[in-house]
């Protein structure tokens, strides 16, 4: 089964890949590596999901939150790719940021809502390394971001 045909089977609606607002690009490739800019959690409406885990929101709040920034990473993997999934090899790493409140202890919980999409969309190709930190605010006052890198064929 194709990544797309396992996007199709899951139901999962990408959202736009949106262009970058500051001086940088919002992928790169270098050689076969393509990193992706860290992408914030924005809902399904365009929103920004805001807050700190731990205090406005929960860890399954953070979670979902975590799942939307990894759709909006493969958005982004899609467009550099020319729309052709097929082109990637593997998912190499992820890179979690939580806004999260001093006492919060689950930043990998939250991250894992990353990590779940990306595994169910690309397989044992989406099994990667992951660092998932706790920080103590992120742009625009945002829950979570994370960026990636991956591995074209």
Same mark, same amino acid.
């Given at each position: 089964?194709?990544?797309?045909?396992?996007?199709?089977?899951?139901?999962?609606?990408?959202?736009?890949?949106?262009?970058?607002?500051?001086?940088?690009?919002?992928?790169?490739?270098?050689?076969?590596? !393509?990193? &992706?800019?860290? %992408?914030?959690?924005?809902?399904?409406?365009?929103? /920004?999901? $805001?807050? *700190?885990?731990?205090?406005? @929101?929960?860890?399954?709040?953070?979670?979902?939150?975590?799942?939307?920034?990894? !759709?909006? &990473?493969?958005? %982004?993997?899609?467009?550099?790719?020319?729309?052709? /999934?097929? $082109?990637? *090899?593997?998912?190499?790493? @992820?890179?979690?940021?939580?806004?999260?409140?001093?006492?919060?202890?689950?930043?990998?919980?939250?991250?894992?809502?990353?990590?779940?999409?990306?595994?169910?969309?690309?397989?044992?190709?989406?099994?990667?390394?992951?660092?998932?930190?706790?920080?103590?605010?992120?742009?625009?006052?945002?829950?979570?971001?994370?960026?990636?890198?991956?591995?074209?064929?």
């Amino acid at each position: 089964m194709s990544y797309e045909e396992k996007i199709d089977e899951l139901n999962i609606i990408l959202p736009e890949a949106k262009s970058p607002v500051g001086n940088y690009v919002a992928t790169k490739i270098s050689g076969k590596m !393509l990193f &992706i800019s860290g %992408q914030i959690s924005i809902d399904e409406n365009g929103q /920004l999901i $805001k807050g *700190k885990i731990g205090k406005d @929101l929960d860890t399954e709040a953070g979670y979902n939150a975590a799942k939307r920034c990894a !759709l909006s &990473i493969i958005a %982004q993997v899609k467009k550099a790719c020319g729309n052709d /999934l097929s $082109k990637i *090899k593997s998912c190499v790493k @992820l890179t979690g940021f939580v806004n999260s409140s001093e006492d919060f202890i689950d930043q990998p919980k939250v991250i894992n809502g990353a990590s779940d999409l990306i595994a169910s969309i690309f397989g044992n190709e989406g099994m990667h390394a992951r660092a998932a930190v706790s920080t103590n605010s992120l742009p625009l006052g945002v829950s979570v971001e994370v960026d990636a890198i991956f591995e074209l064929k």
